[in-house]
């Protein structure tokens, strides 16, 4: 299994975007929950969570600089 694009999380809507990282937190913690009762079977997960948080996040906050910006623009 590759590794996400991030491009796919930049055609998200805001909302999607945001569910999205509810849903990836929530993942994180299953992956944890599974590897402290040693049910943890493909520990890859791991790699491929994070590393999709991260670009959510980066998403999420690139588009909150944007925002930002162009409101000290306006006035």
Request: glycine share 2%; charged share 35%; proline share 3%.
């Amino acid at each position: 299994m590759a590794l996400p694009k991030i491009s796919e999380a930049r055609e998200l809507s805001d909302e999607k975007l945001a569910e999205e990282i509810v849903a990836v937190k929530r993942q994180l913690f299953q992956l944890r929950l599974q590897k402290a009762t040693r049910q943890l079977e493909k520990p890859h997960l791991f790699r491929h969570a994070r590393h999709r948080l991260a670009q959510l996040l980066t998403v999420e906050g690139e588009r909150k600089r944007v925002a930002s910006q162009s409101t000290k623009e306006e006035k």
